[in-house]
């Protein structure tokens, strides 16, 4: 069966609650069914596009797309440090790849700003050869690629490649009849949307678990108290989570033991991806479970890209999480650092480090097929080449020490530069995890941070942080920099941009406050 089958067959076995409001699946794909087709036949197009935000509607899209069989291209939600104008570019350039396409749930200054984007492409002549995705088989998730390291690449991924992700993920976490899932992830990012949402749909079909629960909760509801989480996990009786390490250690910043409250006995699994895990937050937050009634074990660090689907390997329920001593594939001097294992890879999934230094090379069966431009995502072998970098140790579990662009060459030898960035994120008068490392355009590197000192204490502060990334490195940064609020670049799905932002202090284009 496929993904449409198994959404469809699950319909009447689903509890979906979106926001707090009950809804059925039916009623869902019926009413967006007929909203994508009416949309695509109005601009004459053959695939629809939107912002995937935690919402009915945007559910009612999602369902209606995949019942219809007609391509999704997911689009960014826009920062709110963002203008609309800004905003209205970097649509234009995602959309510019796709051809065709009925935009659907925007709002009238959005829709203003792409097209004004568009026109001044036009008279520029600044031409992007689209993909036509109406000539794509049915129904198929365009994804575009969060940028970290370059420019946003659209990603297909056919409805077999998610079902793939789906049915081995499900294998791993030991899935069962009656589980309820509960997460406040955006739809807008594929642990949201994949992960959270479609899994549950989709295996409430009678041909996988039978009846399950999803529970959506606002992004923004988190973001202000995520304790509010914590609550909704042990009232919807939850058995299966997931969250990025950064969304825990907000947990754990303003969560303990002795104020946390609810029953989560039944959480089975927490699984935690998208980002380098730190075994302070592992630590951290399996303290927090247990004081809550949930096993040691409901921790599942993990590892996955869009290009997979979503997940590549997962540490299962039970297993908790374990720490591995190790350097970086590349240090000469072999620098021990603790690093948290993800988990071996799923069912019909490889990973393997056949690059010197270190990058992680993923095959499986929920590989996508191509990118917007034609460009495979695999090569001859059946690979795709990461922009992660790690190590497989002996028992196939994999550990993911960062990204390709995380690193930072010093004095001729190469340093993780999320090393680094661990070493600032809790100084005092530095918002939460808003300092880092990067290399700028001329080979020298730089600290930049958002602070929250009085102006009287910036200097010292900015001493601080150099003498703590000197320590790490054993070499002093050339430049540091106090950067004015929310001007630290990220990419929607939370991401830093470590590249754009060595540019920006390169080019003096990053507001600062104080630079030394």
């Given at each position: 069966?496929?993904?449409?089958?198994?959404?469809?067959?699950?319909?009447?076995?689903?509890?979906?609650?979106?926001?707090?409001?009950?809804?059925?699946?039916?009623?869902?794909?019926?009413?967006?069914?007929?909203?994508?087709?009416a949309a695509c036949r109005l601009a004459s197009a053959g695939a629809v596009a939107t912002v995937l935000d935690n919402s009915?509607?945007?559910?009612?899209?999602?369902?209606?797309?995949?019942?219809?069989?007609l391509p999704l291209i997911s689009l960014p939600a826009r920062p709110s440090s963002q203008a609309v104008v800004d905003y209205?570019?970097?649509?234009?350039?995602?959309?510019?790849?796709?051809?065709?396409?009925?935009?659907?749930?925007?709002?009238?200054?959005?829709?203003?700003?792409?097209?004004?984007?568009?026109?001044?492409?036009?008279?520029?002549?600044?031409?992007?050869?689209?993909?036509?995705?109406?000539?794509?088989?049915?129904?198929?998730?365009?994804?575009?690629?969060?940028?970290?390291?370059?420019?946003?690449?659209?990603?297909?991924?056919?409805?077999?490649?998610?079902?793939?992700?789906?049915?081995?993920?499900?294998?791993?976490?030991?899935?069962?009849?009656?589980?309820?899932?509960?997460?406040?992830?955006?739809?807008?990012?594929?642990?949201?949307?994949?992960?959270?949402?479609?899994?549950?749909?989709?295996?409430?079909?009678?041909?996988?678990?039978?009846?399950?629960?999803?529970?959506?909760?606002?992004?923004?509801?988190?973001?202000?108290?995520?304790?509010?989480?914590?609550?909704?996990?042990?009232?919807?009786?939850?058995?299966?989570?997931?969250?990025?390490?950064?969304?825990?250690?907000?947990?754990?910043?303003?969560?303990s033991t002795a104020t946390a409250s609810g029953d989560l006995g039944r959480l089975r699994s927490l699984i935690v991806g998208?980002?380098?895990?730190?075994?302070?937050?592992?630590?951290?937050?399996?303290?927090?479970?247990?004081?809550?009634?949930?096993?040691?074990?409901?921790?599942?660090?993990?590892?996955?890209?869009?290009?997979?689907?979503?997940?590549?390997?997962?540490?299962?329920?039970?297993?908790?999480?374990?720490?591995?001593?190790?350097?970086?594939?590349?240090?000469?001097?072999?620098?021990?650092?603790?690093?948290?294992?993800?988990?071996?890879?799923?069912?019909?999934?490889?990973?393997?480090?056949?690059?010197?230094?270190?990058?992680?090379?993923?095959?499986?069966?929920?590989?996508?097929?191509?990118?917007?431009?034609?460009?495979?995502?695999?090569?001859?072998?059946?690979?795709?080449?990461?922009?992660?970098?790690?190590?497989?140790?002996?028992?196939?579990?994999?550990?993911?020490?960062?990204?390709?662009?995380?690193?930072?060459?010093?004095?001729?030898?190469?340093?993780?530069?999320?090393?680094?960035?661990?070493?600032?994120?809790?100084?005092?008068?530095?918002?939460?995890?808003?300092?880092?490392?990067?290399?700028?355009?001329?080979?020298?590197?730089?600290?930049?941070?958002?602070?929250?000192?009085?102006?009287?204490?910036?200097?010292?502060?900015?001493?601080?942080?150099?003498?703590?990334?000197?320590?790490?490195?054993?070499?002093?940064?050339?430049?540091?920099?106090?950067?004015?609020?929310?001007?630290?670049?990220?990419?929607?799905?939370?991401?830093?941009?470590?590249?754009?932002?060595?540019?920006?202090?390169?080019?003096?284009?990053?507001?600062?406050?104080?630079?030394?």
């Amino acid at each position: 069966m496929e993904l449409r089958d198994h959404i469809r067959a699950g319909a009447g076995t689903c509890d979906l609650t979106i926001r707090g409001e009950r809804q059925r699946v039916e009623d869902l794909t019926t009413r967006g069914s007929e909203v994508v087709a009416a949309a695509c036949r109005l601009a004459s197009a053959g695939a629809v596009a939107t912002v995937l935000d935690n919402s009915a509607a945007a559910a009612m899209v999602v369902l209606g797309a995949i019942d219809a069989g007609l391509p999704l291209i997911s689009l960014p939600a826009r920062p709110s440090s963002q203008a609309v104008v800004d905003y209205g570019y970097d649509l234009d350039l995602l959309l510019s790849q796709c051809g065709d396409v009925a935009l659907v749930g925007l709002d009238d200054g959005t829709l203003a700003a792409i097209g004004a984007a568009s026109e001044e492409r036009m008279r520029n002549a600044e031409h992007v050869e689209p993909t036509e995705l109406a000539a794509t088989d049915g129904f198929a998730l365009v994804q575009f690629t969060s940028g970290t390291t370059g420019r946003p690449r659209g990603l297909v991924v056919s409805p077999t490649s998610l079902m793939a992700s789906i049915t081995a993920t499900l294998e791993r976490i030991s899935a069962a009849p009656g589980d309820q899932s509960c997460s406040w992830l955006p739809l807008g990012h594929d642990m949201g949307l994949v992960g959270m949402f479609l899994t549950p749909l989709v295996s409430a079909s009678p041909q996988l678990l039978g009846a399950t629960g999803c529970d959506l909760m606002a992004p923004t509801e988190f973001l202000r108290k995520p304790a509010r989480w914590l609550d909704r996990l042990a009232s919807t009786q939850a058995t299966v989570t997931a969250a990025p390490d950064s969304a825990l250690r907000h947990v754990l910043r303003v969560t303990s033991t002795a104020t946390a409250s609810g029953d989560l006995g039944r959480l089975r699994s927490l699984i935690v991806g998208g980002e380098v895990n730190r075994p302070s937050t592992m630590a951290g937050v399996t303290g927090l479970l247990t004081s809550l009634g949930a096993s040691a074990g409901a921790l599942c660090p993990a590892y996955g890209m869009a290009e997979a689907g979503l997940a590549v390997s997962v540490s299962g329920p039970g297993e908790g999480f374990r720490v591995v001593s190790a350097a970086l594939p590349d240090d000469e001097r072999g620098e021990l650092h603790a690093w948290v294992a993800a988990g071996a890879p799923l069912s019909g999934y490889q990973v393997e480090a056949r690059d010197p230094n270190g990058r992680l090379d993923v095959a499986g069966p929920g590989l996508a097929n191509s990118y917007l431009d034609g460009t495979p995502v695999a090569d001859a072998d059946g690979f795709c080449a990461t922009s992660d970098i790690g190590r497989i140790e002996p028992d196939g579990s994999v550990i993911v020490m960062g990204r390709v662009d995380d690193t930072l060459v010093l004095n001729g030898r190469n340093v993780s530069a999320a090393l680094v960035d661990r070493s600032l994120h809790d100084a005092p008068g530095v918002r939460a995890h808003r300092a880092y490392a990067c290399m700028l355009t001329d080979g020298s590197w730089a600290l930049v941070a958002e602070l929250k000192a009085e102006p009287e204490e910036r200097l010292k502060l900015l001493q601080e942080l150099r003498r703590r990334a000197t320590v790490t490195t054993g070499a002093s940064p050339d430049v540091v920099v106090a950067a004015r609020a929310n001007s630290i670049p990220f990419t929607t799905s939370g991401k830093l941009q470590r590249s754009k932002l060595g540019r920006l202090v390169a080019s003096g284009d990053l507001p600062e406050m104080l630079r030394l």
